[in-house]
């Protein structure tokens, strides 16, 4: 049996990321070498189509190409989604149905802010990996953060931080800012 630590299947995840820009992800400690990575992905496809479509799209791409050179470890990849429609109970109830019943070793996904952290709490009470692709809030990593959650952008106030400094080099005297 081959074994698999967080950190080894990250810096795996790291290379699929930059090799295919899209979003790394992790597995739990043992896997046999047969069996394949199997992420369960969550997201508002009919609430978001304009952001979410191009998003699949570009993840299955990847995918292919990912596991046409060998997968992972030598382990391919396998993605089941599900539509959560842009409402947490959904996705909840659909993150528990990918555990259950599919067998996921990692969850991932969640645009929308209060489905990010309706995920990352499935995650923590499941201690599982949820990889949070895109909600923004700074909740999701601080004040209601936890050890499964791994986010991949940065959080608003990470975003606000940077647009500052530079907003400091131009030449206007007053500033708006609107945030969540």
């Given at each position: 049996m081959t074994t698999l630590d967080r950190r080894g299947f990250l810096a795996g995840a790291s290379t699929f990321a930059a090799a295919s820009t899209l979003a790394a992800f992790g597995a739990?400690?043992?896997?046999?070498?047969?069996?394949?990575?199997?992420?369960?992905?969550?997201?508002?496809?009919?609430?978001q189509?304009?952001?979410?479509?191009?998003?699949?799209?570009?993840?299955?791409?990847?995918?292919?190409?990912?596991?046409?050179?060998?997968?992972?470890?030598?382990r391919k990849i396998e993605t089941v989604f599900r539509d959560d429609g842009g409402k947490p109970e959904d996705a909840?109830?659909?993150a528990?149905?990918?555990?259950?019943?599919?067998?996921?070793?990692?969850?991932?996904?969640?645009?929308?802010?209060?489905?990010?952290?309706a995920l990352a709490d499935v995650a923590n009470q499941r201690k599982r990996l949820y990889v949070?692709?895109?909600?923004?809030?700074?909740?999701?990593?601080w004040g209601k953060g936890n050890r499964y959650t791994f986010r991949l952008r940065p959080?608003?106030?990470?975003?606000?931080?940077?647009?500052?400094?530079?907003?400091?080099k131009l030449p206007a005297k007053r500033w708006a800012l609107v945030a969540p």
């Open positions: 739990p400690s043992i896997l046999r070498a047969e069996d394949a990575i199997k992420i369960g992905e969550v997201n508002s496809y009919t609430a189509p304009a952001f979410l479509k191009p998003y699949r799209q570009g993840w299955e791409l990847a995918l292919e190409k990912v596991n046409a050179a060998g997968g992972i470890n030598g909840v109830r659909y528990g149905d990918l555990i259950e019943a599919e067998k996921v070793d990692v969850l991932a996904g969640g645009f929308l802010s209060n489905i990010g952290l949070a692709s895109e909600p923004l809030t700074d909740a999701l990593v959080s608003t106030y990470m975003q606000a931080a940077m647009l500052v400094e530079e907003a400091a």
